[in-house]
């Protein structure tokens, strides 16, 4: 019997999430931008061989960018037991919302797994890399341990499983 855990998407609005729980679910990417109202549930079952010998699945909640911070005083928000917050690697802003929004999720579910996603790693930005390590390594939140950063692509699928398998690794680790 597979362990089935729930993981929110959490970001600005554009930066990806539904492209990601896509590309990770389905295996394909849309260009067609549809955004997401409210939130969608995408399951993902990740296989033994993967998470020390024993599957399990991770029930995405790809939430709405709109929310920003109203998100954690939401229901969608209980019994998360991670977050993949996500930014846009060619969107400096995106990168500030989304240590706000770890902040955040570190406050209300302290303990869980969270995880940095920097999307669109297949554009070429300028300078991108030393902004976005900059900002990751002078956040200022609570945690026994620095988050951990993971560069993808929905575009080419780059990364994008590998991601959500640290985040599975991370939260049964962690006994969540």
Not at 81 to 97: E, F, L
Request: proline fraction near 5%; hydrophobic fraction near 45%.
């Amino acid at each position: 019997m597979s362990r089935a855990r729930k993981v929110m998407l959490l970001g600005e609005i554009g930066v990806g999430k539904s492209s990601l729980a896509r590309r990770l679910v389905f295996g394909r990417f849309s260009s067609e931008y549809k955004p997401t109202i409210g939130v969608e549930i995408y399951r993902h079952d990740i296989p033994a061989a993967a998470l020390d010998g024993q599957p399990a699945s991770l029930i995405l909640w790809d939430t709405d960018g709109n929310f920003g911070d109203a998100i954690f005083r939401h229901i969608y928000i209980k019994q998360a037991s991670a977050a993949v917050i996500v930014a846009d690697k060619s969107r400096p802003d995106t990168i500030d919302a989304m240590l706000r929004l770890a902040r955040g999720f570190a406050e209300v579910l302290p303990g869980r797994a969270i995880h940095f996603v920097i999307n669109k790693d297949d554009l070429t930005v300028e300078d991108e890399s030393a902004h976005v390590d900059g900002c990751v390594l002078a956040a200022p939140i609570q945690r026994e341990s620095p988050i951990p950063l993971i560069r993808t692509s929905a575009l080419t699928g780059t990364h994008v499983e590998q991601a959500f398998i640290a985040t599975a690794r991370a939260i049964f680790r962690r006994g969540h």
